[in-house]
């Protein structure tokens, strides 16, 4: 055997095919070839891969919009928890697949769309030439994460699906049956005979046992349940309780205002006109224009060059160092050919404002302000050394606290929401202290935590309040409240259901409302429309006013306490011109209805026409989250399964 291995290795079959692998190995990488294809993608659609990087600035850009909505912050944690990460992974594949069924179907914006959509976009030009910049444009785009190609395909895909949708758009009117049936439906108006019940018609049920208030306690625990309160002693280390008593020492003042000054004071500037030109002869040609007063744009324009405006800009502005000390050494109106570190200019002062210095006096409180905070800064990070000292020594957060001459306070009880057993918020705490303080046992003490803003803060848990139902005692009046209305509701039902079925039998509304004392009232043309300014009826009796037939009887609820035994006495459909009116004007609506599901559609059978897979676990992997449990092959090795 070993023989003919040897005899086969050294055969042209065998150079052949190790010539393979070294290539395989070189072009796809060993794990690759002995792994079986992991890819390192987060979505593939075809010739599309989406990668790492790319997920994580479009999840990025999605929580960043989610954030701005809810008004707080989105960890990406919670954001997965609350399927985020899932929802922007499908998203992104839709929109590839759709991109990559576009490009394979023909669907080709040329570089010229291209070319104008770019020109569209300042933040990509110079704003002193004012002409598109490559290095600009490619700046940008690495601040956002992208490259030009990247963003020029982005581009691509907006423009192919945009003048598909148009097209697709503009031929697309969807039949007048169908914004007819829906005229109907809208219009068809609706007449309702009813009467009420008054809960006097029906016997009150007796007080509730203390066992049936327990029973109904029980079942409703998850509501009753008090949370988990703690009792806690806080020590806060904060500027606010050093800063007032602070003295400013002068000379720091001083320092700091000559370190400063020049910041704020407010430095000469000036508007003027700059026209580059080739040589001396032609600065002064173009010197003498601009005295008669022709205008520096068309000057500039018959040169082929561009006039540079620099307006209420002070001298560091201006590009070329001799051009700006020309300009600023110019009365206004004066006109002056320079020779200048960049070429031969030819200027023209329109306008300047004097600077103004600023002295010690004027911005004494502001400094004063800054000295301060920053000495409570150090007068806090010493407080926190020092009880740190303290605690690492042996010390409890009392004695550590009376160390670093720090008061401590009690707070609580309070909930791991912030909130007191009356519901009301507990002040003194923030959402990182009540993490911290829920995160230790009874008795645990925390280390010196930030808070945020220069604060620290370290916690001792005193007491755990356990979760429980509130003695039976403390709320029995309202569970009482509540078993008294429950079963008023129950007899007022059987009540109506035993006049519902009288009427439905033959008798008229007028005859069954006299039994009870009550009167029939009649509501005329409701419909769809006009439901919402209906005061007569409530919502329940509406919504089951139009799901019944015409004869049809039904309960509901009345706009007051109690119910109501309704019938439908007749359906009328819409006829004549507001028909017409109607269908013609809802056509539109329909068919931007319509073309949204074909969109819908097409998304969705592009994505099965491309293949596209994706692959969770290198999402949450690109989101810094444990990947999802994988699933073994037949062979016993973990593999991620695309989707």
């Not at 909505?69 to 960890?75: D, F, L, R």
């Not at 000379?251 to 003027?272: H, V």
């Not at 709320?475 to 519902?500: G, S, Y």
């Amino acid at each position: 055997m070993l023989a003919a291995i040897r005899t086969f290795a050294k055969s042209w079959v065998a150079a052949l095919l190790i010539g393979l692998l070294v290539i395989s190995f070189a072009l796809f990488g060993i794990n690759d070839v002995f792994k079986g294809g992991v890819s390192n993608s987060v979505v593939t659609a075809g010739s599309r891969k989406v990668s790492v990087t790319d997920f994580k600035r479009e999840f990025d850009n999605f929580r960043k919009g989610a954030e701005q909505q809810v008004g707080q912050p989105i960890t990406n944690e919670i954001a997965a928890a609350n399927g985020l990460d899932t929802r922007v992974l499908n998203d992104v594949a839709n929109r590839e697949a759709f991109g990559e069924m576009l490009w394979k179907i023909g669907v080709r914006p040329s570089d010229v769309l291209i070319t104008r959509e770019l020109q569209k976009i300042p933040a990509f030009f110079d704003q002193v030439s004012g002409r598109f910049d490559k290095n600009l444009y490619a700046q940008r785009l690495n601040e956002n994460g992208l490259t030009p190609p990247a963003f020029e395909m982005i581009m691509r895909d907006q423009i192919a699906e945009a003048h598909l949708a148009s097209a697709f758009a503009n031929g697309l009117r969807v039949p007048r049956a169908y914004t007819a049936l829906g005229a109907i439906y809208g219009l068809e108006s609706r007449d309702v005979g009813y009467f009420t019940i008054d809960p006097r018609t029906v016997a009150p049920p007796p007080l509730p046992t203390d066992a049936q208030l327990t029973t109904l306690m029980k079942e409703n625990a998850a509501a009753l349940t008090r949370p988990e309160f703690r009792v806690l002693t806080v020590v806060r280390f904060s500027p606010a309780m050093v800063s007032a008593n602070l003295a400013i020492d002068p000379a720091e003042l001083q320092k700091r205002f000559e370190f400063r000054k020049d910041t704020l004071s407010r430095p000469e500037t000036r508007s003027l006109i700059q026209i580059p030109v080739k040589d001396a002869a032609a600065a002064q040609a173009v010197a003498a224009r601009l005295a008669k007063g022709e205008a520096p744009a068309a000057i500039a324009k018959s040169l082929g060059v561009d006039a540079i405006t620099y307006a209420d800009k002070p001298r560091a502005a201006i590009a070329d160092p001799k051009v700006g000390q020309a300009a600023f050494s110019l009365p206004v109106g004066q006109i002056t050919p320079v020779k200048g570190d960049l070429g031969f200019a030819v200027i023209a002062v329109s306008k300047i404002t004097p600077g103004q210095a600023v002295t010690l006096e004027q911005i004494r409180p502001q400094l004063e302000a800054e000295l301060r905070k920053d000495a409570a800064a150090e007068k806090v990070y010493e407080m926190t050394q020092a009880y740190d000292d303290a605690h690492g020594g042996g010390a409890n957060l009392i004695e550590s606290a009376k160390k670093a001459n720090v008061p401590v306070l009690t707070l609580g009880p309070v909930s791991e929401q912030g909130g007191s057993p009356l519901g009301q918020p507990v002040a003194g705490v923030n959402e990182k202290l009540l993490k911290t303080a829920f995160s230790l046992p009874q008795g645990g003490e925390s280390e010196v935590e930030e808070a945020g803003q220069g604060e620290y803060y370290a916690i001792r848990v005193d007491k755990i309040i356990p979760k429980a139902l509130p003695p039976l005692a403390e709320v029995k009046p309202q569970l009482t409240r509540v078993w008294m209305m429950r079963e008023m509701v129950k007899r007022l039902q059987a009540k109506a259901d035993e006049l519902a079925a009288r009427v439905r039998k033959g008798e008229s509304l007028e005859t069954v409302a006299a039994a009870v004392g009550g009167r029939v009232g009649h509501v005329a043309g409701v419909d769809r429309q006009n439901a919402g300014q209906n005061q007569v009826l409530s919502r329940d009796a509406l919504i089951k006013a139009f799901d019944a037939k015409s004869g049809e009887v039904f309960t509901a609820e009345a706009t007051t306490f109690g119910l109501i035994v309704g019938k439908l006495e007749a359906v009328r459909a819409p006829t004549g011109p507001t028909l017409a009116r109607i269908t013609e004007e809802s056509r539109p609506q329909m068919t931007e209805g319509t073309f949204r599901e074909i969109q819908e559609d097409a998304r969705k059978a592009a994505r099965s026409l491309v293949k596209v897979k994706t692959y969770p676990n290198n999402a949450r992997i690109a989101l810094g989250l444990e990947p999802l449990e994988t699933k073994k092959d037949a062979k016993g090795a973990k593999t991620e399964t695309a989707k």
